[in-house]
């Protein structure tokens, strides 16, 4: 393997040396972290991490390599058709891989889309400082330098949106998905409840279509930059039309209702973490990957909170006191071990079904 030197910039000066695999190019995004033992397939390809660097806490990565997409069509891995991240940080890179769907290392699968990785790096120290200070942004710099570039400054929802309508899968009642960014795992978990899913951009004018239910997908960036979103939701929303928003979903919801969001100092993005139903008391584990928050003190009477996460006591869903609108912050449809959150897709096509 090669070992062309690389280094890890953040905004506050630190620098970090390391070895680079994938592609031999400077970047510059957003620095994140993932706690995440396995499933950089799936991470990596997930449209809310468009637009950054991210830091892969496990120790060891690319030691089984990456899926061959042939093999993974009836139960995608990938979460798109293309890498969304920026670029990749990582302790130790795996120069061997084996496992029986691997079709490529993970260096020549970034290599193919461009994007750059530095291993080498104390991932560990790495991950204290973006606790201790936040989220920063960064760069990866192989060669010539460039300069920060922050995904948040503008709405960036259209880079990763399909910019045509598709239609998918059949059944009585009909699903229109805001594309905001959608990871394939939702369309599966709707079509395998046997409806029809209509997927539309994320600036459609939802009053030229028809259908039964609005699901309003995750994305990347600032909710506050998706204006055309939280004008479509208002829309479903005012003229009683059943709708349900994941990650960013769940803040478009929070704002088209006339609430407000917050950026978090670091984030949630990992697995296995605990939320908890604020009438039930009932627990669940989640998958999440989301930089902002609803603020629940904001949020107008005719709407509850629904869930809360056990770690800090964020905000992690909403549900309006008819029952017809509502959301979470974590990813039902995301299931590295336990299938908790799975029911609140039947939650909500009980409603379209109503």
């Known amino acids: 393997m090669r070992t062309t030197r690389a280094q890890l910039i953040l905004e506050n000066g630190t620098t970090f040396e390391g070895s680079c695999f994938g592609a031999e ?9 993932n706690t995440g033992m396995v499933g950089y397939p799936e991470s990596i390809t997930d449209p809310s991490y468009y637009g950054q660097i991210l830091v892969l806490t496990y120790p060891s990565i690319g030691n089984y390599g990456v899926p061959d997409y042939n093999m993974c069509r009836a139960d995608p891995v990938f979460e798109s058709d293309r890498i969304q991240i920026k670029g990749m940080v990582v302790s130790e890179y795996s120069v061997e891989y084996s496992h029986w769907q691997a079709g490529k290392s993970l260096s020549d699968w970034l290599l ?24 920063m942004l960064g760069k990866i710099v192989i060669g010539e330098d460039i300069e920060f570039y922050d995904p948040n400054s503008q709405n960036i929802i259209s880079e990763v949106s399909h910019p045509e309508k598709s239609q998918i899968g059949k059944g009585s009642k009909r699903i229109a998905i805001l594309d905001c960014g959608c990871k394939n795992s939702i369309i599966v978990h709707l ?11 994320w600036d459609s004018d939802l009053s030229t279509y028809d259908f039964d239910g609005l699901l309003v997908s995750n994305g990347p960036g600032n909710p506050k930059e998706c204006i055309q979103p939280i004008q479509s939701v208002r829309y479903a929303i005012s003229n009683d039309i059943p709708t349900m928003g994941i990650c960013l979903g769940h803040q478009i919801m929070a704002l088209a209702a006339g609430g407000d969001t917050y950026k978090l100092k670091y984030g949630h993005r990992g697995q296995n973490q605990p939320v908890i139903e604020e ?6 584990i989640t998958s999440q990957n989301h930089g902002f928050a609803v603020d629940i003190d904001a949020i107008p009477g005719d709407w509850l909170p629904w869930y809360k996460n056990l770690n800090d006591d964020t905000n992690e869903g909403l549900i309006h006191e008819s029952g017809r609108f509502m959301s979470v912050q974590f990813h039902p449809e995301a299931a590295p071990g336990p299938e908790d959150a799975g029911n609140i897709f039947d939650k909500f096509l009980k409603q379209v079904h109503n």
Do not use: Y
């Open 112 to 135: 193919s889309e461009n994007i750059p990785g530095i291993s080498g790096i104390d991932t560990r120290l790495l991950t204290r400082i973006l606790r201790e200070k936040g989220t």
């Open 191 to 201: 079509i395998q409840r046997n409806v029809e899913v209509l997927r539309l951009p």
């Open 279 to 284: 009438r039930s008391n009932h627990c669940i």
């Open 25 to 33: 190019s400077s970047i510059a995004g957003e620095v994140v972290f």
